[in-house]
């Protein structure tokens, strides 16, 4: 079955950094887009970085230049490096791909605080 499993949330302090990491299993991870989403307590979820099988990179504008997606297609990882936190960027991170619908993970927590 398809599963998506994120680590590397944690807590940091503004302008420190994380790496996420995704691991996919139970579909064609290879030709794949991936995306990063993140929802903050009260608030939608949102959009935050794409990346598809060729590779090509998308990203909210909250997060260019910022954040960096990438993957690695012999691991079936997609790992989301994210430098220069700030407090907005406090959120439930979540991988996400499409087989036949919408597939989730359980989410890794973010919290940046001084």
């Known amino acids: 079955q398809v599963q998506l499993v994120e680590s590397g949330g944690g807590l940091v302090q503004p302008g420190g950094s994380l790496r996420l990491s995704c691991a996919a299993s139970g579909f064609i991870f290879r030709i794949s887009t991936i995306s990063w989403y993140r929802q903050a307590l009260g608030k939608q979820r949102e959009l935050v970085a794409t990346?598809?099988?060729?590779?090509?990179?998308n990203y909210a504008d909250s997060v260019k230049g910022r954040f960096t997606i990438s993957r690695d297609n012999a691991k079936n990882t997609v790992s989301l490096q994210m430098n220069n936190l700030q407090p907005e960027d406090t959120a439930v991170y979540y991988c996400?791909?499409?087989?036949?619908?919408?597939?989730w993970g359980q989410g890794t927590q973010v919290t940046v605080s001084s």
């Open positions: 996400n791909t499409k087989v036949r619908y919408d597939r």
């Open positions: 990346i598809t099988g060729l590779g090509s990179t």
